[in-house]
């Protein structure tokens, strides 16, 4: 069955103090991984996309990256506006279905 | 631009109604999906439409439905409706198609089932 696992679930970090964020997956004929980031009583917001083993993409403080088995958020020096819940999803077949982890809480405390 | 929009933001059903949700896309996309996302627990897929047609659908009871009108809005129904359908029911849209993964959501439709 396809799989996305997210850790942690939560995460508490000081201004500055930089870390990752675990995306591991079993997804049959991975088509790409995706990114988005949830602010409370919003929608999820779309950050990367991930296609093969090997990628790397950053916006900001963030950075994404890509092995065969698991995807990594890097946050450097975040800050208290970093803080929300990232999710990670991969496209199983078609980029129609998109099979979503539980997400990791990022709070960023001054 | 207008994003995603959706109503109602909140609705309060009980055991065994129905819930009617709608959405609205962005100007020039085709695709609409519909996700459910219960407490603690990541989003799930439960609908894709796209050109009017019902392309895919997520592993959940015929009891949850929809269409997408001409005008690409949609519409999802949940009939009778159980306790453990209480949720934030999000709908994303995308350029037609496939799609790309990259997909723009609406703020969600909270349903809360008594």
């Known amino acids: 069955e396809d799989q996305v696992t997210q850790s942690p679930e939560a995460l508490r970090l000081q201004e500055g103090e930089s870390s990752s964020l675990n995306c591991s997956y079993t997804?049959?004929?991975?088509?790409?991984l995706f990114w988005y980031r949830q602010d409370p009583g919003k929608g999820p917001e779309f950050l990367f996309t991930?296609?093969?083993a090997g990628e790397e993409k950053e916006k900001e403080r963030l950075k994404a990256t890509l092995t065969k088995k698991e995807s990594f958020l890097h946050i450097t020096a975040p800050k208290p506006e970093d803080s929300a819940t990232y999710l990670c999803?991969?496209?199983?077949?078609?980029?129609?279905?998109?099979?979503f982890g539980a997400g990791t809480r990022l709070a960023v405390h001054p | 631009e207008a994003g995603v929009t959706q109503s109602p933001t909140h609705l309060i059903k009980t055991r065994g109604q129905q819930a009617t949700l709608r959405c609205s896309p962005i100007?020039?996309?085709?695709?609409v999906y519909w996700y459910q996302q219960a407490l603690g627990l990541g989003l799930q897929f439960l609908l894709w439409y796209d050109e009017g047609e019902e392309r895919n659908r997520g592993n959940f009871p015929p009891r949850f439905s929809g269409r997408q009108f001409p005008n690409y809005s949609s519409e999802l129904n949940v009939n009778a409706l159980e306790l453990e359908d209480s949720a934030l029911y999000l709908c994303?849209?995308?350029?037609?198609?496939?799609?790309?993964?990259?997909?723009?959501f609406g703020e969600g439709s909270r349903l809360t089932v008594l």
């Open positions: 999803a991969g496209a199983a077949g078609g980029y129609n279905k998109l099979i």
């Open positions: 100007s020039g996309h085709t695709s």
């Open positions: 997804v049959s004929g991975l088509r790409g």
């Open positions: 994303a849209s995308s350029l037609g198609g496939q799609g790309a993964g990259e997909l723009f």
């Open positions: 991930l296609y093969s």
